[in-house]
């Protein structure tokens, strides 16, 4: 039974109980479990792949991010009651064994998530803000493959959709307000870098 997520600890919990039997776990399985309205929860594992330490440095990897990121955001953007992502990435699967070592380095950062943020001005979490969160989301996703060639701005990227990610799953619209920020002083980082 799907469970509205409210929290970081939550989704990881959630994550944990699929496939106990499995040696490997389909991304397609995840998603289900977690719920296909669940934007704020892929915004998260994007971002945190991203910052992952050499892993959203390795070239290619921000593109297909993006790709997926794009993918996801988009729906929200007109307003698709559950989210639809091709077959290619839905049949991918992961290691059981190593997915649940992640997801327990993943728990104590998570703990001090769920303290910190909380459900405030959720207003900017509806209407325009959400479709301005969309937008966002989007122009990150479109500069992240020239991010492959600037160094460090992918982090940048992976920083902001954690932190809509976060934003959305623990209802914080002032987390929301931080996430806009860093998406435009990302972007202006970028355009600076080009000119």
């Excluded at 701005?153 to 806009?180: C, P, Q, T, W």
Aim: glycine share 8%.
């Amino acid at each position: 039974m799907k469970q509205n997520i409210t929290s970081v600890e939550q989704l990881i919990d959630c994550i944990e109980k699929v496939g106990p039997d499995k040696e490997r776990v389909s991304i397609h399985a995840i998603i289900d479990a977690v719920g296909q309205k669940s934007l704020g929860p892929l915004l998260l594992i994007a971002g945190l792949i991203t910052l992952a330490p050499l892993v959203g440095d390795i070239p290619g990897v921000p593109t297909v991010l993006g790709i997926f990121v794009l993918i996801t955001a988009g729906q929200l953007l007109i307003f698709r009651e559950e989210l639809w992502l091709p077959k290619w990435i839905l049949n991918r699967t992961l290691p059981r064994r190593k997915l649940h070592r992640a997801l327990g380095w993943i728990r104590r950062p998570a703990h001090f998530f769920d303290r910190f943020f909380r459900p405030r001005f959720t207003f900017i979490l509806q209407g325009f803000g959400l479709y301005l969160i969309a937008m966002s989301c989007i122009i990150v996703a479109l500069v992240m493959p020239i991010m492959e060639f600037i160094p460090f701005s992918a982090n940048a990227a992976g920083i902001a959709l954690s932190a809509f990610g976060l934003a959305l799953i623990n209802r914080d619209g002032f987390l929301a307000s931080l996430a806009l920020l860093i998406t435009g002083t990302t972007i202006g980082m970028i355009i600076y870098y080009l000119l």
